[in-house]
T-cell receptor, first 117, second 112 residues
């Protein structure tokens, strides 16, 4: 069964360093998302991406964050200068069709645990 | 501003009995609701959904009920099985459909 894959599973980085989290969405999916979950808290939306551009982003997704689909298969989340509070589990998700989510649900990857020290 | 709330952080149920997980929302623009199940060290997995034009959707042991006037939905699992032990998140989207807003999750423990 096709799945969303994320690498690495765990990333430890020093505060102020740049990190890139990688995701390979399901191949025929068109919509891509990043969510995060700080330990013990709820899953929070960061950004959605369609047709090579951001379609929606949350307040969390500030200038330190960027997303890219560099080669038609990977979908990356970059944090330019990490802060301690960026430590969280980051989930990538993809969805096949557009419009309302009633068409199809989002499939999530296993997550990347980012630890900023 | 928590638009989707799951007020019970945990729930413990005996195997074979019914599990009822609750979710409340405040945004009247939400018109599609989903339940996700999450095991430790894994991403959320889609379980069941319901559109606001319905008040009930059933899939095997899982049934979701929607009460629009109360802005409340619930997930019923019957009979509960130990393998159902996980964190359950409800999520909602509006007509734009681009973004899911998640509740805080409820940890369900089904005891054998």
């Amino acid at each position: 069964e096709p799945e969303v894959t994320q690498t690495p599973s765990h990333q430890v980085t020093q505060m102020g360093q740049e990190v890139i989290l990688r995701c390979v969405p399901i191949s025929n999916h068109l919509y891509f998302y990043w969510y995060r979950q700080i330990l013990g808290q709820k899953v929070e939306f960061l950004v959605s991406f369609y047709n090579n551009e951001i379609s929606e982003k949350s307040e969390i997704f500030d200038d330190q964050f960027s997303v890219e689909r560099p080669d038609g298969s990977n979908f990356t989340l970059k944090i330019r200068s990490t802060k301690l509070e960026d430590s969280a589990m980051y989930f990538c998700a993809s969805r096949r069709t557009g419009g309302s989510l009633r068409n199809t649900e989002a499939f999530f990857g296993q997550g990347t645990r980012l630890t900023v020290v | 501003d928590q638009q989707v709330k799951q007020n019970s952080p945990s729930l413990s149920v005996q195997e074979g009995r019914i599990s009822i997980l609750n979710c409340d929302y405040t945004n009247s623009m939400f018109d599609y609701f989903l339940w996700y199940k999450k095991y430790p060290a894994e991403g959320p997995t889609f379980l069941i959904s319901i559109s606001s034009i319905k008040d009930k959707n059933e899939d095997g042991r899982f049934t979701v009920f929607l009460n629009k006037s109360a802005k409340h939905l619930s997930l019923h699992i019957v009979p509960s099985q130990p393998g159902d032990s996980a964190v359950y998140f409800c999520a909602a989207s509006n007509n734009a459909g681009n973004m899911l807003t998640f509740g805080g999750g409820t940890r369900l423990m089904v005891k054998p």
